[in-house]
């Protein structure tokens, strides 16, 4: 009798050990991708942008990460994003043969 609990109880620990494995693998996978949520400070409106870091990315395009930023540029629409680690702040910068515009966001990262 004493067997068969003793074997139990080695069964209920190993699946406990199975699935805390699990959790801790598939956090460590989660941790690879990111949202960078950010608000206009004059309408209020909010946005997320997915941020990839296994594949380099932010919001869909390459990006250039560092310890204090993340930079890309959107080909699609042609602006220039520079996100502060740091601050929070992300300033985009959309460049025309008329001088174009910079924006001045905050947004932060959720991981």
Do not use: Q
């Amino acid at each position: 009798m004493i067997s068969y609990r003793g074997a139990r109880v080695t069964n209920v620990l190993a699946a406990f050990l199975a699935r805390l494995l699990l959790l801790c693998s598939d956090a460590h996978a989660d941790a690879s991708e990111a949202v960078l949520r950010c608000t206009n400070p004059v309408s209020g409106a909010t946005w997320d942008m997915p941020i990839d870091f296994e594949n380099n990315t932010a919001n869909s395009f390459p990006a250039t990460f560092t310890d204090n930023s993340i930079d890309w540029h959107d080909v699609s629409h042609g602006g220039h994003y520079s996100f502060d680690r740091v601050s929070g702040g992300l300033i985009v910068i959309y460049a025309s043969s008329m001088g174009g515009f910079s924006l001045k966001l905050t947004c932060r990262l959720t991981e």
